[in-house]
């Protein structure tokens, strides 16, 4: 079965930096994207980065410029600087995988003013 567990998220000040881990486990190739997301309460997920291992990692304009995806067969990594309290939600690593798509439990981000 394929699990993804994320870890490293935590409070912050404004201005600082973090940086999210996600591993899959489990049967997976090479051959698979892995992603960061983020949800506030009340609000809709909102996408923050995609990194098709191999291929070209997107930004999402909120974060581009602050953020930098490092990616394994099975690892994505999110160091986010400047961070701002905007910056604050719980982020879920996403992976898709031969047809089908896995979560996180997420781990949550809280950056203080």
């Known amino acids: 079965q394929v699990q993804l567990v994320e870890s490293g998220g935590g409070l912050v000040q404004a201005g600082g930096s973090l940086t999210l881990s996600c591993t899959a486990s489990?049967?997976?190739?090479?051959?698979?994207?892995m992603s960061w997301h983020r949800q506030v309460p009340g609000k809709q997920r909102e996408f923050v980065a995609i990194?098709?291992?191999?291929?070209q990692t997107k930004y999402a304009d909120s974060v581009a410029g602050r953020v930098y995806i490092s990616r394994g067969v099975r690892t994505i990594q999110l160091t986010m600087r400047s961070l701002e309290p905007e910056d604050t939600a719980l982020y879920y690593c996403?992976?898709?995988?031969?047809?089908?798509?896995?979560w996180g439990q997420g781990t949550q981000v809280t950056v203080s003013a």
């Open positions: 996403k992976l898709l995988h031969d047809g089908k798509t896995f």
């Open positions: 489990g049967p997976i190739s090479a051959y698979n994207t």
């Open positions: 990194s098709p291992f191999g291929g």
